[in-house]
Every structure is written in structure tokens, then in C-alpha cells.
């Protein structure tokens, strides 16, 4: 029985929440990833106080106080654009920096938009670090949520805390499960927003957030890495993953459902056992960090697979389309890209190198098919999973060995 690692989404959420809700906050089943450090060390550098024993989290805040002026959000996308209308509350100069491939992630978007609402956002060029200054204000903003709805979150969770009432519009939102799960979080620590059909959004101002207690759910994401590598080799039994989930990531149930796959939830236990594999046809516009373990399952089932969502792949911590297709194919896999659709013919592994490009979920990807390779795949950066989950390769070595 694996154990999933805990939500990174939901958790650097939680933390986010917990440095602005003055008091004591309580946080259970913690585990740590890269990205999630990012957010801890944000919110103590912003006076949280923080001690952890047996992945409990106790967090003592009286909100934000800005001590110093140069913070980093790491290689975390989620805490550099969310952490961006968060540290305006403030009204401070700040610097916010980035790491790695996030430093040639575009955010010029950032400063397009806060600019609506009184704030002052400098970027290099249109790229990371970006220095806020001005204090975030009530007003109505129009934000495009083509590409990321992760500075939607970061609003959603400062307007409450300023004077005056906001609206948000959203053109074209993509990923609303995501917005799901902050709105649902938001609404455990006492704040309370209302939405037209996630076009806008109406936010009371001069709320308050509660602290209390709040357990961490298991990882949908990670995790479907797990489900499909079971759906290959013969079974999985996964724990601590949510049957109620509002993750994005629990889709790939859907996904593993129409390739065939034998599937049971209870208990929040997923056990995932191998049948014979059809190819399948799946919209991951919403979910489109599904594409890796999508691929890796298409890419073991008889037929073409389509998947639509490559617009949204662009700008992740690789161009991870092409990078799906590219290191695919020195797999045996035949991908071809047709504007918004990827076309996955499955066929037998090959052993190759694979080079992660630096994107943990295709280091995750290699990883899985490397257990059903005839030949071994070797992996170029595998230590980029520190990003999400540390453990992925520890947990999935025991594929082999604990079958359900």
C-alpha cells in the first residue's frame, strides 16, 4: 500500500491562508515537496511562526509583517502569482524572484492586471523577479484566465482582507478545479465569495479569516502517476486520495475507466488493476498536468489516443507538448501535435535516455514506463521530482514488489 504525498495545491493554499488569518492555525497530514517549501519559507520570511511534529503544521501569524524586501518564490509558478496580490496588502516594496525554469516563465500578465487595482508591478522584460510596490484597493479588475488561473487565486484570497467591495471578471477561464479548491478553502477560514458561472466574481471586502484546523488531502496529481504504472504492470493499491476531491487530477479515474483499467474506490484507498488497454479520447483542458501520465498511459494502449489541452502545456516548466512528443518518440511512441489535440499511438517501450527537461512530471512519465520498457530508460535530471514528490521513485519501486 503507497501513501500519497500530500496536496501541494491545497497546501501552499492552506499556508497562504494561515500567515493572513491572525491566531493559531493548525494543519494535519503535511508533507513536504520543493514547492511547498517555497511557500513555507514566504510566510515565515512574512512572520508566521511555524513548528511541525508528525505531519502536524501549527501556525502562529498576526498577519503579514514585511521585515525585509527580497523574497523568492523559488521554481513555484502558484507562489510567485499568488503571492504577488498577497504581499500588496502590504502596500511595501517588495522583490519577488524566481528559480530555474520559472525564471523564463512569462508574467508580464501580472502587471497588466494588479495595475487595475492600485498596485505597481516591474519585471524584467516581461520575465521574473518582479518588485510590487502600492497598496492592493477594491475595485472591479478584467483578468485574462487563458493561460493560468493562479493570479485568480491570489486575488480571491487578498480582495476579502481590503477595504471595499471587488469584482473580478475572467475572460476564459481554463483550469476551474483549481479555482474550486480555492474558493472551497477559502470558505473553511470563514470568507465567504459568490461567482457568476466563473465569469465574475463578487467579494465582500473587510472579511476576516479564521484560523483553524485543516487537513491536507492526499495528491491526485502525484498520484496518477501511481494508478496508471498499476494499470501497466499489474496492480496498485494508492491511500490517502479522496473519493470527494475537488483536484483536477482525480480525472485520470475517468481516463484509466475508458482505456480499460479495472478500478475500485473506498475508503479513500485506489486499487487499479491491469486488463487489457483500449486507446481512449480525453479533454485535459482543465486538468492539463494530466498530460504526462495520460501520455504514458496512451502510449501503452492499442489504438490512437487524442487528448485535447496542448495550448495549455506551453508555458509549464517545459514547453511540455513538444517535450511529450519529442522524448516520446526516442521511446518507439509515435505523437503528433494538431493545434489544440495530441495524437498518441501506443505501441512497445524502448529503452532510451529520456532528458526531463528539467519538468518533474516528465521525469515522473519516464519513470512509469521505464517498468514496462523491454530495455532500460535511462533518466536525464530525475532529481527534478523534488519539485512535487521527493518519494515518487522510492513509492515507485513498489509497484513491483507490493501488488494489491
Known amino acids: 500500500m503507497i501513501q500519497a504525498p500530500a496536496s ?23 508533507s513536504w515537496c520543493d514547492d511547498t517549501m517555497a511557500v513555507k519559507n514566504l510566510i515565515a520570511g512574512l512572520g508566521a511562526k511555524i513548528t511541525e511534529e508528525n505531519r502536524e503544521l501549527i501556525i502562529q501569524s498576526e498577519g503579514i509583517k514585511i521585515t525585509e524586501s527580497l523574497f523568492s518564490a523559488e521554481e513555484s509558478g502558484l507562489a510567485l502569482r499568488m503571492f504577488a496580490p498577497i504581499f500588496a496588502l502590504s502596500g511595501e516594496k517588495i522583490q519577488l524572484s524566481a528559480k530555474g525554469t520559472l525564471k523564463s516563465r512569462p508574467i508580464g500578465f501580472l502587471g497588466e492586471s494588479l495595475v487595475q487595482l492600485g498596485v ?3 519585471t524584467d522584460n516581461g520575465f521574473p523577479p518582479l518588485t510590487i510596490s502600492k497598496k492592493l484597493n477594491a475595485g472591479e ?87 496508471v504504472a498499476g ?32 478500478i475500485r474506490l473506498q475508503d479513500n484507498i485506489v486499487e487499479v488493476r491491469r486488463k487489457k488497454l483500449q486507446a481512449f479520447t480525453f479533454d485535459a483542458t482543465h486538468c492539463p498536468d494530466l498530460f504526462p501520465p495520460l501520455a504514458t498511459l496512451a502510449a501503452n494502449c492499442e489504438g490512437t489516443t487524442t487528448i485535447k489541452g496542448v495550448s495549455r502545456l506551453k508555458h509549464k516548466e517545459s514547453n511540455r507538448g513538444e517535450v511529450l512528443k519529442t522524448e516520446l518518440s526516442k521511446a518507439g511512441i509515435s505523437v503528433e501535435i494538431n493545434d489544440d489535440l495530441m495524437k498518441i499511438t501506443g505501441g512497445k517501450i524502448s529503452g532510451c535516455t529520456i532528458d526531463s527537461q528539467h519538468d518533474h512530471r516528465i521525469a515522473m ?34 509497484i513491483e514488489t507490493e501488488l494489491p
Open 365 to 398: 512519465m519516464a519513470g512509469v514506463l521505464n517498468l514496462v520498457s523491454e530495455n532500460e530508460i535511462i533518466i536525464k535530471n530525475k532529481e527534478t521530482v523534488n519539485k512535487s514528490y521527493p518519494e515518487f521513485f522510492v513509492d515507485l519501486n513498489k
Open 8 to 30: 501541494k495545491s491545497y497546501l501552499q493554499r492552506a499556508l497562504a491562508i494561515a500567515l493572513l488569518a491572525k491566531g493559531k492555525t493548525v494543519l494535519h497530514n503535511v
Open 120 to 122: 505597481s508591478v516591474t
Open 231 to 262: 494499470a501497466l504492470t499489474g496492480g496498485v493499491a494508492v491511500k490517502n486520495l479522496s473519493g470527494n476531491s475537488l483536484q483536477a487530477d482525480k480525472k485520470i479515474l475517468d481516463a484509466l475507466k475508458m482505456a480499460g483499467a479495472k
Open 141 to 227: 479588475i478584467t483578468i485574462d484566465g487563458s493561460v493560468s488561473s493562479q493570479l485568480l487565486t491570489g486575488l480571491l484570497i487578498a480582495l476579502p482582507l481590503v477595504d471595499g467591495n471587488s469584482i473580478i471578471t475572467v475572460r476564459n477561464l481554463k483550469s476551474i478545479p483549481y479555482i474550486d479548491m480555492t474558493m472551497n478553502i477559502i470558505r473553511h477560514f470563514g470568507v465567504e465569495i459568490s461567482h457568476t458561472n466563473y465569469q465574475q466574481f463578487f467579494i465582500k471586502g473587510n472579511q476576516t479569516y479564521h484560523p483553524e484546523e485543516y487537513t491536507i488531502e492526499g495528491d491526485w496529481s502525484g498520484a496518477a502517476f501511481l494508478l
